[in-house]
């Protein structure tokens, strides 16, 4: 019940926390298909550490991202996951989910992915790249643990289209030339589950002792998404206008935990939608460049839960950014700003959400009403140089600092260097140090929900080093240790709810190795994290956490086949996710009636099974003239579940005793078809 609740009811509470985003500049490497260029955006010092980079087409390669190239990001080292659902949320180095800032080219959007996680708002042919900054980043970013920016693929005025059916959803997408420096890109996607899941289900999670206890569905999840952008070149600059849209509902009747928290039980329903337009202007000179852009996202989100319980939100952000780069002999200087306005209505009638896994029965809970605007304004700058000190030594040093009137949190500063020094055409090392801020979450910190009294930014320091090896075969190893530490934590407090005082702490190392091999490519990525944090203000102990997953091994290979087929397979290994055992019970009353609640062991002691998941994508490109060309490919996720079932958690009888475990998604079927014209 708790994980049904939590993936509702988290993302209704941060409005102050509207997502962080990235460069634009572009210096394109050489390729045959210029859909396997990969960019390099201003700010972007090759060879530093953690930094991850993929193209649309690699991402859809991978076998289980089921046509969604974010999806990709699982291929990482140092990205894991607690599970294969596709709800799972990703923990990067020791970091929890909302310490990772999404972005994509400094254009916010209101959330990031659909109900359930199956599918991102950003529809596969406005994706061009995608990149991956898992510490030691600049000083343009603002997040405290790591960054993953997306970059849009502008029209070109190609006067393609693309049509897509899948087993879930359908998708277009149009490139028009409107003139002869004018351009019209247009995107749209629709899922098509809740039409057909009726015929294929009617519950979920039935009690196998009793019928009245089940999960059931009155409205399937249902999203879609669209996207616009206009473009328009002159000279050496670029105006552009883009638009994203979002939509997602969800309705559920639950009635599985009436015997024993009679207060959880009843409707969960659930409406999420966001739009973002904005204006921007790029400028491409010889000497600098720039990046200007001035944006509105407007967030709506309603939830209605059980009997009574109600939370509504209409957040509006307003925003300017701007970045300027100068290209001078042996300096890459870049300063930039931005100015953010978010105001945030909250009308809430619930209780307070779980954050751990050892929460009380609902009917125990607090219940908290509140209705009130919260206003914040935010100013930063930001300034950084590239020093080439000799062409195989670079240097990166900046800093980043802040204001906001949003409460008593006032000013910060964070400075951040990194260091890359080419040994010889073979061998690179490079080295990045810095500090990372953020605000906590928002929910820790407002009147009703948390403690309003936090005046803390908590923050992380970040070291890693990187040593990147080439081989003459066509293959390289890289090898990344790195450790974080974290501080100003908003932790429970029996008193204030929530103290800014936790500490905690991540260290481990990645390890990515990749060879080609004509048509065949593979890439072994292998992931070890230790991740611990104090929890609460009684002990300065620190605890283990769900995000963390020691041992994570992922194989990932491809092969392309002169006929035009391709086969590409995805293995993963990880360490089961930890979790709060239950040691006993206590009762409690609730209008006359005894119940039982659960008394919890030490947080986070026991530990669920490893895992494993082999998910395979068998495709064919058949090519047609005029540019045209037809995609086939079948996906098989999960293919290990057949004889294999992951464990996702334990359940518990009326009496908290174990008496059987929640199992991992199973085997899932995918086709898609894709027609381009």
Known sequence: MKRVFLLFLIPLFLFAESIELDKVEVKATSSKDESDFIIEKEGFMRSAPMQKQITLKQALQIAGTNGDPLKALKSFAGVVSTS????????????????????????????LFHLGGLYSVIAPEMTGQIDAYLGGFDVSYTAMGAVVDITPKYPTGSNMSRVHIGMYDADFAIDRKLGENTNLFIGARR????????????????????DSKKLTFTLFPQ???????????SGDSIFSLEALVSKDELKLYDTREKDKDPVAVGKINSKVSANTIGARWVYMGENFSSNSLIYRLRTNEKLELYKDFFLNTKDTEIGLYTETVFKLKDHEPMVGFELRRVKAPLDTHIISPPFNDYEDPVTKKEVITTKKTFDAKNYTVFAQDIWSITPNNRFRYGVRAWKTDFQEFNTGIDPRVAFVSDIDRSLTISAAVGKYSQLPQTVFMIEGFGNDKIDTYEFSNHYTLSFQKRFLNNSSLVIEPYYKEFKNLAIEDEVLKYKAVGKGKAYGVDVTYKKNIKNFNIVVAYTFVKAKRE???????????????????????????????????FFKYNSGAPYTPIVGTSDYTYEGKTYKSPIYGTPYSARLDSSIDLDIQIGKTSKFANNRSLEFAVELMNITSLFRKNIAGISYDDNYEEDDKYYQMGFLPAFHLTYRF
């Open 84 to 111: 294969n659902d596709n709800s799972s949320e990703l923990y990067i180095h020791g970091s929890k989910p909302r310490e990772t800032r999404f972005s994509i080219n400094h254009l916010p959007i209101g959330y």
């Open 191 to 210: 899922s098509y589950f809740d039409l057909i899941a009726k015929k294929v289900m009617d519950e979920l999670d039935k009690d196998k002792d009793d």
């Open 223 to 233: 999203f879609y998404d669209g996207q616009m952008i206009l473009s328009h070149t």
């Open 535 to 569: 929890l609460n203000t009684n002990s300065n102990k620190q605890y283990r956490f769900e995000g963390d997953i020691p041992h994570t091994l992922q194989i990932n290979t491809n092969y392309r086949f002169d006929s035009g087929w391709r086969v590409s397979g």
